[in-house]
DNA sequence: ACAGCTATTTAGAACCATTATAAAGTAGAG
DNA sequence: CTCTACTTTATAATGGTTCTAAATAGCTGT
């Protein structure tokens, strides 16, 4: 099984519903975004087994955490997650409020010149809106 | 009324809570972060007559269909509004959740390469994260 | 100042994403 | 195979936000 070490290495146990929430959310070529009602009725188009919401939330929250999985920092009544977690930046299209990935080279470098004491930056994400 | 012509000028009828709610949010010499819980007890303290609930929330989305309040995209499960409407970003400190103002001259300029056909860069938003 | 119209306020209910609970099920170590 | 800790599950609870419908208060024209 693909995802039986990747779960295994990272302490967690490889249960039926975690591998297959992973083919869902790794298994693809190309990353994307999702919210949990989003992920929820995937789970229910392409997979015959039923997994309880519950279990799809802490899932979700355990691969964050691990990881594998990130929130993309936005405004909105439900938390948005990308399957990218690597360094990069979204276009928020504000009329159909839709998530547009910026791969890296699409931003020029961006300088923070002030410091925080005693903190050390862990991120730093771009969200640009686009109206018409 | 130092509120009175701005509410008028805007469309927006100056009410007496609305007046109450602008002295509160505007009349400070340094701008700030808020939630809508935060101010309602702001509203709380500072006020004799009760504002309610949804008069507040009402006022909020008024006040920032007009420009004259923010809000501030970043993963929480309330919405942070600023008053300082001016472009500018934030530093996120994950600790203990606290927002601090980046000013424009703290971050170099922002170049976007990538167009999007038909769309316009509305604004451009920068969150740091930061950890210990 | 008054009438009439429309915007606004209000309390409370409704909504909905998310989290907590506690019981049943399951993986892994020995 | 057994024991234990972790996981799943249905369901309830939580909490921020929005909706509703009735009461109130600005505003315009007279």
């Given at each position: 099984m693909k995802y039986l070490d990747k779960l295994r290495n990272?302490?967690?146990r490889p249960t039926k519903q975690r591998l297959q929430i992973c083919e869902?959310?790794?298994?693809?070529?190309?990353?994307?975004?999702?919210?949990?009602n989003e992920l929820d009725k995937?789970?229910?188009?392409?997979?015959?087994?039923?997994?309880s919401l519950a279990t799809i939330y802490n899932t979700v929250h355990a691969f964050e955490k691990k990881g594998y999985l990130k929130q993309?920092?936005?405004?909105?009544?439900?938390?948005?997650?990308?399957?990218?977690?690597?360094?990069?930046?979204?276009?928020?299209?504000?009329?159909?409020?839709k998530l547009i990935d910026l791969e890296n080279s699409d931003v020029g470098?961006?300088?923070?010149?002030?410091?925080?004491?005693?903190?050390?930056?862990?991120?730093i994400e771009v969200l640009v809106k686009l109206e018409e």
């Open positions: 990272s302490g967690l869902i959310l790794f298994d693809t070529e190309k990353t994307f975004h999702f919210t949990i995937k789970i229910k188009d392409k997979i015959d087994d039923k997994i993309i920092p936005i405004n909105s009544n439900q938390i948005y997650f990308d399957t990218n977690v690597t360094g990069h930046h979204h276009f928020y299209d504000l009329k159909d409020g470098p961006i300088n923070i010149k002030r410091k925080i004491n005693g903190k050390k930056i862990k991120s």
